[in-house]
């Protein structure tokens, strides 16, 4: 969390990657309103290794109370003193030199917590929304599921965009979302080109998950929205085996399947997120998982069409043998 503490507030303020300090409003990402401050008047950026500041002013910019050169790079180090304008001006102390990170930070308290690839908020023991990136489409989204079931579609958020989620605030800050987007061109796979196969137990206490598709072959614990996933897929297999179209194969009610399942929606929606997250975080970054579970208003359905169910040893169903229509 690379960052210097603001002279006035002594609140820590975050790095972008490349980050701008000036006067001018929408241009600079830290502004500094004097006139005094040129427009863009310094730029910080990460190497890869280290941190540069660089002086692009009228006026100057000041390391440890020394003049830079202007246009000339200098590496920061940690406690060193930057003023802007003149060297009398209040210092900015750097914090922090860590590399960038993709930040979540609390409006209420301004905290600041490390943005992971799948994140539940406001945590994972509760959660009501999701926040993570599809390296598809290269974007951010931020999903808020209710209570009664009709969900939110997933929508796609910038870089400081304020989230809300009940009672709690946070901004969003993406110090650096190239290395990311840049993976897309190599692998664009969703969840949907998977193979999910079920070991279930003869009791059906205990649900293992195994997701494979070429050289990717990864085996999940047993979780209990493992079974939710089960169910869904019991479903979808039984639509298929009646050659429904394949638009139409797997939708559940959520109304029937809370009652098949004796859970409440939000506990449902609890299940949902951390199903996503786990397998999410189990498989590589350019993997796609936000359609695991498809939903539209009242129903849902699992997102996934190659599916196999063991039962103790005893292969229950499977989708290879099945058919399809062809579409």
């Not at 507030?9 to 972008?16: D, I, P």
């Not at 209040?90 to 992971?116: F, K, M, S, Y």
Request: glycine share 6%.
């Amino acid at each position: 969390m690379a960052c210097l503490q603001h002279p006035d507030t002594e609140q820590s303020v975050y790095l972008l990657a490349h980050h701008t300090i000036g006067r001018r409003q929408g241009a600079a990402d830290t502004r500094i309103a004097s006139a005094e401050i040129s427009g863009i008047h310094a730029a910080i950026q990460w190497t890869g290794t280290h941190w540069n500041v660089r002086d692009l002013s009228r006026n100057g910019t000041w390391l440890n109370g020394q003049p830079l050169i202007p246009a000339r790079n200098y590496q920061l180090q940690l406690g060193d003193k930057l003023a802007f304008g003149r060297a009398t001006n209040p210092a900015w102390v750097v914090e922090n030199l860590d590399a960038p990170t993709n930040l979540l930070i609390d409006l209420n308290t301004g905290d600041a917590q490390e943005l992971e690839q799948y994140h539940l908020l406001p945590d994972e023991e509760d959660p009501v929304a999701s926040l993570h990136f599809n390296p598809v489409s290269g974007q951010w989204l931020f999903e808020l599921t209710g209570h009664d079931g009709t969900g939110e579609h997933a929508r796609p958020v910038k870089h400081g965009q304020r989230l809300d989620c009940g009672p709690h605030s946070w901004q969003l800050f993406l110090a650096d979302n190239e290395g990311a987007t840049s993976e897309v061109a190599l692998q664009q796979l969703t969840i949907a080109a998977f193979n999910l196969r079920f070991a279930v137990s003869h009791h059906e206490e205990h649900v293992q998950l195994r997701v494979a598709r070429e050289d990717i072959d990864v085996d999940l614990p047993a979780r209990s929205h493992n079974y939710l996933l089960l169910y869904l897929a019991r479903a979808r297999i039984r639509d298929m085996e009646s050659g429904a179209d394949p638009d139409a194969q797997g939708w559940v009610p959520i109304q029937v399947a809370t009652r098949e399942l004796g859970i409440t929606v939000n506990h449902l929606n609890t299940q949902l997120f951390r199903a996503r997250k786990q397998i999410g975080e189990a498989l590589p970054d350019s993997i796609d998982t936000s359609n695991l579970v498809e939903r539209r208003t009242w129903e849902m359905r699992l997102g996934c069409r190659q599916l196999e169910i063991y039962k103790g040893s005893n292969l229950e169903a499977s989708t290879a043998e099945i058919n399809e229509p062809a579409i």
